[in-house]
């Protein structure tokens, strides 16, 4: 099950206290109005009432009201779970659901899971890039916060002034991404008719004075606005002064460097905090001058190009958005990966016997000891990781970017390719830590050269 009844599922600490219970009832009760204006759209729409008249079977009928009438049931379940809020009696997460839940999640399924729908986003843009399914999407993601509210542990994380931009960011970036995506759709659909953009429609200029200087100052004040009503209502999260006899368990940086924070779990510190951010900076400098594709500027497209979306959305959001999200809620005490609903215990032990390729190539498969000469020790780490930078690019020249190849040239496409590879590397080097525990392809410590 995965809903019970307050004080039905003990020893987890879900009983409510009355604000909390009166915050949710509020937070339901605007849910529930919401999709309430929504319903009324639903069944005044201009298309909906054409179509229910043209209906002349009463099995057209009923897929017709389909939509409508369940939208309308979960208005009214919004509603009523607000009411039982306000009464102090809403409903809990089941003891069941929150384990399987805390056992489901991990290091692996939350990385297969975010790379998955993903793909999933990119095969299926279409639907995704629909109105009722942002819509969708939105009131399922907003039911399951309102319903796990209920859990402490699930609430303390949630509800960290700390932690509220983030959940801000996470609906930012998702709206942003569908409009951008239904923005594509829409111009792809009019560029295959022989039609102009959306953004060539109606491109007349306007004046610097009045009208941008106008929107800039209207901007302005419901930015400030909107910070002072945050800044009264959350509190700020400020700690104690910093102590050397009491260090913070666990130690975050802040979270626009919580992605960089996670790559220290797969990377020496040189890689992770100069290396790759360094190739970050540098393949953002250089994406104008090796792109050779002129088309999709100024209006939003997908088909017209296909792999430099596809790329920046991968970065941007699987190897940036997922693990910030990651470093701020499910890594708890010692960085150890905590579920959902787990307490964040700091006693918590994780098992793990991190080894090396070498140690892997002549411990386990040859049953000998590691040579003391550096080269004779890790040939085979330095050779794979030689192969993958400079072999890789041309055999992806030879295959599946053979046109792309052609039409960049030979520096361009090394360029284009060496940063492609690096950001690539990331996911490869996460994937050899959770399957084979494998913590460096070389292993120089000697003189600090850790791949």
Not at 61 to 68: G, I, N, Q, S
Not at 371 to 388: D, K, Q
Request: charged share 15%; with cysteine.
């Amino acid at each position: 099950m995965l809903l019970v009844g307050k004080g039905s599922s003990v020893g987890h600490g879900t009983e409510l206290s009355p604000d909390i219970s009166r915050g949710l009832g509020l937070y339901f009760l605007v849910l529930g109005l919401l999709n309430a204006y929504y319903c009324v759209r639903l069944w005044t729409d201009k298309g909906f009432q054409e179509k229910w008249k043209g209906a002349n079977e009463p099995v057209s009928k009923v897929r017709l009201a389909a939509f409508p009438l369940v939208w309308s049931l979960l208005t009214t379940y919004m509603l009523g779970t607000s009411i039982e809020f306000f009464n102090g009696v809403g409903p809990v997460l089941s003891e069941a659901f929150r384990d399987w839940m805390d056992r489901l999640m991990g290091p692996v399924n939350y990385f297969v899971i975010s790379t998955a729908a993903f793909i999933a986003l990119i095969v299926f843009r279409r639907i995704f890039a629909k109105n009722v399914t942002g819509w969708v999407l939105l009131n399922g993601s907003l039911l399951f916060i309102g319903i796990s509210m209920t859990d402490p542990d699930f609430r303390g994380i949630v509800a960290k002034p700390d932690n509220v931009p983030i959940t801000m960011l996470i609906y930012s970036v998702g709206f942003t991404t569908w409009l951008a995506l239904r923005q594509a759709v829409i111009n792809d659909d009019r560029i295959k008719e022989g039609k102009k953009p959306l953004e060539a429609e109606g491109a007349e200029k306007v004046l610097t004075w009045p009208d941008l200087v106008y929107t800039e100052m209207l901007a302005m004040v419901l930015c400030t606005v909107f910070l002072l009503v945050w800044s009264i209502c959350l509190k700020a999260p400020l700690e104690p002064p910093a102590s050397t006899t009491k260090i913070p368990n666990p130690s975050k940086a802040p979270w626009y460097f919580l992605g960089l924070q996670e790559m220290l779990v797969y990377f020496d510190p040189w890689l992770a905090g100069v290396v790759l951010p360094t190739y970050i900076i540098i393949g953002l400098c250089a994406m104008p001058y090796i792109d050779y594709n002129k088309k999709g500027n100024g209006y939003y497209t997908f088909a017209e190009r296909p792999f430099a979306i596809i790329t920046f959305l991968f970065g941007f959001l699987v190897l940036w958005v997922v693990l910030i999200v990651l470093g701020t809620f499910l890594r708890g005490p010692n960085w150890n990966f905590f579920g959902f609903y787990e307490v964040w215990d700091p006693d918590k032990t994780v098992a793990l016997n991190n080894i090396d390729l070498s140690d892997l190539l002549y411990l386990d498969l040859l049953n000998t000891g590691k040579p003391s000469n550096i080269l004779a020790r890790e040939w085979l780490g330095i050779l794979l990781v030689l192969s993958y930078f400079l072999i890789t690019p041309f055999i992806m020249a030879k295959t599946f970017m053979k046109e792309m190849f052609i039409r960049m040239g030979l520096i361009r496409f090394l360029v284009m390719t060496n940063i492609f590879l690096m950001m690539a590397f990331l996911p490869i080097k996460m994937v050899l830590r959770w399957a084979f525990n494998l913590k460096y392809i070389i292993a120089i410590p000697e003189m600090f050269l850790n791949v």
